[in-house]
């Protein structure tokens, strides 16, 4: 990429990477295409909307119109009369219980039921379940039900969640972690305080949700659908049916996409339940509507914040207050909180840190895992407050930045040490000092380039540019003692290798980086990835960059295995170590050339195979302070954002977008920047157009015309300035997760170059045209 030592150059985004003269062919540091590329291009990847089977039926689901209710009856009778309608379900037929307590791996509470049994917590919660013959007498059924409502007062503000009446058993509070740090009398020579609003962004996913069940001889079921944790997704529904989980069967279909936990629990169940009760394969496709008002959001999030710093800019203290709309159950909440609070201050070094966090139910609508959960939402509010810093002071934004960013060796807020690379001033300095693009003056004028496009009424003259810089950080792996530990198994036969390992390919690059991996290590360059089920060794849930992590470490364990296997007959045949022979194109040579034959010779038609397993160290929960090794590894970004603003109208157009990154290792070069790319241009959506929109609890138009997701003709440019590859020594190839960081850090920089561009405080996301308007000047 554009770092000196990268092994690629990428151009802004609309280009591809272009591989220089000396890339590997393959393995790890080769620009691999994906194996199902082509058929995702060509339309005829098979996905679970396209699954079919014998003797189908469709599913609907009935959802609640009101936030907040008492069901006074469910009258299913309608429904159950009408013609070519095979069974509906509620809460009375929900044999188990998975509604309480945690799932596998102790990731998610699992507070949520699978349908309404006596209160409506949120608008759109499943109440009832039909199957039928055709889709269309489905929704009908499920429309006839005739369901008796005693419409409560939804709960809509957080702040007032402390003091409303329970909207749980487990009351309202899910959790608060008070984080002390230092001395908390010590004060600043200068003090700025601001409050900050993060509005809920959706994963939005281009495919919605969709899965068929098919009931087993054995009295069990299979569920085919999108899951990025089979595995939980699995003894959930064990649960739920009242089944042995061996008798429950998660088959993961092709990812449409996926920014969190990607698939919808009360509609897998649902589908699962039918499927028992009829003896018959159930299938649903939900709709756009459903798919929003059904699966987790970004949790909106209020900040109050005070930073304390001296007369030459470096930070005293940071104290804030932060507060997690978590909707009407808890999800993965309290993990989320805790990378808020851990990450409150940035990647700068804070002597003193005092933070109060808190997540609440309200009767909103749920919130969960979606990358960069946490640490994006306090990533705008603390670069706001180095604005306000720089501004008060009249120092430069950057030069501010660069008198307090850690570095190896600095202590978290939560006492933990940063043991990993923290390259942060490098990558601050390399967004600074990249070319800025040129003036619109300076470029032939094109209406469409105007903020609010061509149609946008934007005057020339009213346009201001605005230049702004911020600096994120995301953890990798799970927190907080979480047991991060995956299972792969390598097969070498005839020349080619197959890789079995339940890490699921949600879009980022996992199954790519197995076959590079066992390319890199065996020299078979024929590598196939089984499809991913429950019955085989959980890998864990597909976030974090867990899979580049654990699942990668443990298909190179399993083929450094079957390397050993491989060489070791040869090596002891001509009295020499396994270490002086190599394995590259499918050939095995001595380091002295005497030796020289085949993989498919050596192996004579017989088949190795290996098992292994990938456990980074162990991590341990915040205490009562908020004080503990709770995190793994950590990624950090800088992000530059150059915007130009109608300061008229308050209509923001992002010109271009400048990234330096800490990746560890470039892996896959083209797959490492489109992660970025994307990353950036979900960040920028968050800035700026992304907010489900609520009224008293109810969603406003869930669909994707009131939604507003960036367009290609929204996406900036995108440079990649500088990738840092600085190894993780305890991470397998000493990579690091990058999908994350970008999202976290950009929307951040586009609220800063609105600030400069304006003179606005900018201290809400998305930004409303009205706050980017230009204040009059005096």
């Not at 005829?44 to 039926?57: I, Q, S």
């Not at 009131?706 to 300035?721: E, H, K, M, Q, S």
Request: glycine share 10%; with cysteine; hydrophobic share 40%.
């Amino acid at each position: 990429m554009t770092s000196p030592d990268a092994a690629t150059a990428t151009p802004a985004v609309g280009g591809g990477p272009t591989p220089v003269e000396d890339a590997p062919p393959h393995g790890l540091g080769a620009s691999l295409a994906p194996a199902d590329a082509h058929a995702k291009a060509a339309g005829t990847f098979p996905y679970a909307a396209d699954l079919w089977a014998e003797g189908l039926l469709w599913a609907a689901i009935l959802r609640s119109p009101h936030p907040h209710a008492r069901i006074v009856s469910i009258d299913t009778a309608p429904a159950a009369e009408m013609p070519g309608v095979r069974a509906v379900v509620t809460h009375e037929d929900v044999p188990g219980d998975a509604s309480h307590g945690r799932t596998a791996g102790d990731r998610k509470v699992c507070d949520r039921p699978v349908f309404a049994k006596d209160v409506v917590r949120h608008h759109g919660e499943p109440i009832a379940a039909v199957a039928a013959d055709h889709p269309d007498t489905a929704r009908l059924a499920a429309a006839a039900i005739a369901v008796e409502y005693e419409v409560l007062e939804p709960v809509t503000d957080p702040e007032k969640a402390f003091e409303a009446e329970p909207l749980h058993p487990d009351g309202n509070l899910i959790r608060h972690i008070p984080l002390r740090y230092g001395d908390p009398d010590i004060t600043g020579d200068v003090v700025v305080e601001g409050l900050y609003r993060i509005g809920r962004q959706d994963p939005a996913p281009i495919g919605a949700e969709a899965g068929l069940a098919v009931p087993r001889p054995d009295g069990g079921v299979e569920i085919y659908t999108a899951s990025t944790d089979p595995h939980a997704d699995r003894d959930l529904a064990a649960a739920c049916f009242g089944l042995e989980p061996e008798r429950v069967k998660v088959v993961v279909t092709g990812v449409p996409g996926a920014m969190g936990d990607r698939e919808d629990a009360g509609m897998q169940l649902p589908l699962g339940l039918l499927a028992l009760r009829t003896g018959c394969p159930v299938k649903l496709a939900a709709t756009r509507e459903e798919s929003f008002l059904g699966h987790a959001h970004r949790h909106p999030t209020l900040l109050r914040y005070r930073h304390h710093a001296d007369s030459e800019g470096r930070l005293v203290k940071v104290e804030a207050q932060i507060l997690l709309d978590a909707g009407a159950y808890a999800d993965s909440s309290a993990d989320s909180l805790a990378a808020a609070v851990a990450f409150a201050a940035g990647p700068y070094v804070v002597p003193h840190a005092f933070v109060e966090g808190w997540a609440v139910r309200t009767n909103n609508p749920p919130s969960g895992h979606v990358r960069g959960e946490g640490a994006m939402q306090v990533c705008a509010a603390y670069e706001g407050q180095m604005d306000k810093l720089a501004a008060k002071l009249g120092i430069d934004p950057v030069e501010l930045r660069l008198r307090n960013v850690m570095a190896t060796g600095d202590l978290l807020p939560t006492g933990q040490t940063v043991t990993c690379p923290a390259p942060v001033a490098e990558l601050l300095q390399a967004v600074r000092d990249a070319e800025l693009p040129p003036l619109p003056k300076d470029a032939p004028e094109e209406e469409w380039l105007l903020p609010g496009g061509p149609e946008g009424a934007g005057e020339p003259g009213a346009v201001r540019r605005g230049v702004g810089y911020a600096l994120g950080m995301v953890h990798m792996l799970g927190a907080e003692g979480a047991d991060e530990v995956s299972t792969a198994t390598v097969k070498v036969n005839g020349g080619e290798a197959t890789v079995i390992c339940a890490a699921v390919e949600t879009g980022q690059g996992f199954s790519t980086l197995a076959r590079q991996i066992v390319q890199e290590v065996l020299g078979v360059e024929e590598v196939h990835v089984a499809s991913v089920d429950t019955d085989q060794p959980p890998a864990g849930p597909a976030c974090h960059g867990r899979h580049t992590w654990v699942s990668g470490g443990a298909v190179e364990r399993a083929a450094k295995m079957v390397r050993t296997q491989l060489l070791q007959p040869l090596a002891h045949k001509f009295g020499m170590s396994t270490e002086l022979l190599t394995i590259a194109d499918g050939k095995i040579t001595s380091y002295d050339g005497v030796l020289s034959t085949t993989v498919a010779e050596t192996l004579d038609g017989k088949e190795l195979w290996a098992t292994a397993q990938c456990r980074p160290h162990p991590t341990e929960p915040l205490d009562d302070t908020g004080q503990g090794d709770a995190f793994v590894g950590l990624a950090f970004a800088a992000v530059r954002a150059v915007v130009d603003v109608d300061i008229e109208l308050g209509s923001v157009r992002v010109v271009e977008m400048a990234v330096a990154q800490d990746v560890g290792r470039v892996l896959n070069p083209r797959q490492l920047a489109s992660r970025i790319e994307a990353g950036v241009t979900q960040g920028m959506g968050a800035a700026l157009t992304e907010n489900l929109r609520t009224s008293r609890g109810v969603v406003r138009r869930p669909d994707l015309t009131g939604y507003a997701l960036p367009t290609a003709l929204d996406a900036p440019d995108i440079r990649i300035v500088k990738l840092v590859e600085e190894r993780d020594v305890v991470a397998p190839f000493g990579a690091k997760a990058a999908s994350a960081v970008p999202v976290v850090t950009s929307p951040a920089a586009v609220a800063a170059a609105v600030r400069a561009a304006t003179g606005r405080p900018v201290n809400r996301l998305p930004i409303r045209p009205q706050a980017a308007v230009a204040l009059p000047q005096r």
